[in-house]
């Protein structure tokens, strides 16, 4: 199976960007599923525009973040909490492409914040962007309060007793990814 992570934040002194490195890592080092991060403070797309089936002349990189997510069996949307809510730079990434991009397949929501309630109210938020995509979110969240005690910078875990929350988001992401695919593949 391969999982597309969509690092959220383009801010350049980000810190959700640790948590999607140690998610790849994690799955990496755990699992046979391969696991890729996209970017987007690489990407650096400009607002929308048109949607990518009708824009006359695609943004620089458009065409191969969407090759990404089309390959992509599951996703780990990975966001700081900004003023209540995931990134806009993540809405304006996903709304680039049509809904089909990700119906039927698993999502995974994931909220960074340096405050101790790690962005709760971004990953109620990417829930319902889950379910406006047509996607399958998991019922659990993974919210990453104070993160820059948890990750350092190369997404290495600093915290070891908060393992125990990336393994059990991890495990029901993957459980509910592994039966969908399977499900997508027999049709």
């Keep these: 199976m391969r999982i597309a992570i969509l690092s959220g934040s383009t801010r350049l002194s980000r810190q959700s960007h640790r948590v999607a490195l140690a998610l790849k890592k994690w799955l990496e080092q755990h699992t046979s599923h391969s696991a890729e991060v996209l970017d987007l403070a690489e990407y650096r797309f400009p607002i929308l525009e048109e949607v990518l089936s009708r824009h006359p002349e695609p943004p620089e990189g458009l065409e191969d973040f969407a090759y990404h997510i089309r390959q992509a069996d599951a996703y780990l949307f990975v966001s700081p909490e900004y003023n209540g809510s ?3 730079a993540l809405k304006n990434a996903i709304d680039y492409l049509k809904e089909q991009e990700f119906a039927r397949k698993v999502i995974g929501v994931v909220s960074v914040s340096s405050g ?3 962005g709760i109210r971004a990953a109620l938020a990417m829930q319902q962007l889950v379910l406006g995509i ?21 997404g290495h875990l600093l915290d070891a007793s908060f393992e125990k929350n990336v393994r059990h988001f991890l495990e029901s992401f993957l459980w509910l990814s ?10």
């Design 86 to 88: 995931y990134t806009a």
């Design 116 to 118: 101790p309630l790690g």
């Design 134 to 154: 047509a996607g399958y979110p998991i019922p659990q969240m993974l919210t990453v309060g104070q993160v820059q005690q948890r990750f350092d910078e190369e």
């Design 178 to 187: 592994e039966a969908v695919c399977t499900k997508r593949k027999a049709s």
